[in-house]
């Protein structure tokens, strides 16, 4: 079958969707993106994917898109057509073309946002072999911009770290911006001791992110004691369990940090609570 996308108003067949070379996100990386994940046919924490795309297209003063109002619509259109049981649905918007290349944003009021959406089919993801098994991280420098709470499209550090991950055999990367983990690659990062889920507290230095959001309060809802501080990787080492999330992943456990088996290398009991109730929890919202 093939998958139909949604550029700027049409779905169309994949091969037939165009964007302009002079796009500002191609140019410049000057666009923002949202991945809400599918389960069952419905869309997980959609409204708070939403507000996040505001929030992004706000603070770096790019128009909203006409089609603001129909994302819903056009989430849920996606998910038809394709026939998506379980997945995501990518959504990007950038600060359009105005058929050239300059540093300077255009005039908003004759360069229009473009919008492009797709779908990405992942039957079964909800039981993702590496939440049985774990996952390993490493550690690497963050050396990202310093709006991480902006959702961009600029991934390409992102990507290199998942490039030192797979090279040095790990599943994943987690930063460190003096001497603290900010976050994962593409997650936000957990460590748990006695007891205690300790992430690092919100600010620009990461994402802010959905499913951490609904993490931490399914977290407290269910009497668990989360404190959100800084913490270094020898701690992640010494910690009994770890864990990240993300849209993409849900509760993920991590077993292994720069090579150092955390506890006797099985995804912690807490990490697996908070990926059931998550999971349970979310569904019940779903739309
Ligand atoms: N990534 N931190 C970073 C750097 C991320 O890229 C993401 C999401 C998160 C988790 O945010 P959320 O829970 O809202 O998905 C944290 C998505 C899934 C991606 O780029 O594919």
Not at 36 to 41: D, P
Request: aromatic share 6%; charged share 30%; with cysteine.
């Amino acid at each position: 079958m093939t998958r139909t996308v949604y550029v700027n108003g049409d779905y169309l067949p994949e091969h037939e969707a165009k964007v302009s070379i002079f796009d500002r996100a191609f140019l410049m990386g000057d666009g923002v993106y949202e991945v809400t994940s599918v389960l069952g046919g419905k869309l997980i924490d959609f409204d708070g994917h939403l507000k996040r795309l505001e929030r992004s297209l706000n603070e770096l003063d790019m128009p909203h898109p006409a089609a603001m109002g129909d994302l819903l619509e056009i989430h849920r259109e996606l998910v038809r057509v394709n026939e998506i049981t379980d997945g995501m649905v990518y959504l990007q918007v950038t600060r359009g073309s105005d058929g050239d290349r300059d540093f300077v944003f255009p005039n908003p009021e004759t360069t229009a946002p473009t919008v492009v959406l797709f779908t990405q089919s992942k039957p079964g993801m909800a039981k993702a072999p590496m939440a049985d098994k774990g996952m390993s991280v490493i550690s690497v420098d963050d050396l990202r911009w310093g709006r991480r709470d902006i959702k961009t499209v600029q991934l390409l550090y992102p990507s290199m770290c998942k490039m030192m991950a797979k090279k040095a055999g790990a599943d994943d990367a987690w930063l460190v911006q003096d001497g603290f983990v900010t976050e994962g690659s593409s997650n936000n990062a957990y460590i748990v001791k006695d007891g205690k889920i300790i992430t690092r507290e919100l600010s620009n230095d990461i994402l802010h992110g959905i499913t951490r959001a609904a993490v931490l309060r399914f977290a407290a809802e269910a009497q668990m004691e989360v404190v959100e501080r800084n913490f270094t990787i020898d701690e992640a080492k010494d910690a009994d369990e770890a864990f990240i999330t993300s849209a993409s992943t849900f509760v993920m456990p991590v077993v292994k940090v720069d090579g150092e088996t955390l506890g006797d290398g099985t995804p912690g009991r807490v990490a697996k609570r908070l990926r059931e109730i998550y999971l349970d929890e979310s569904l019940k919202t779903a739309i």
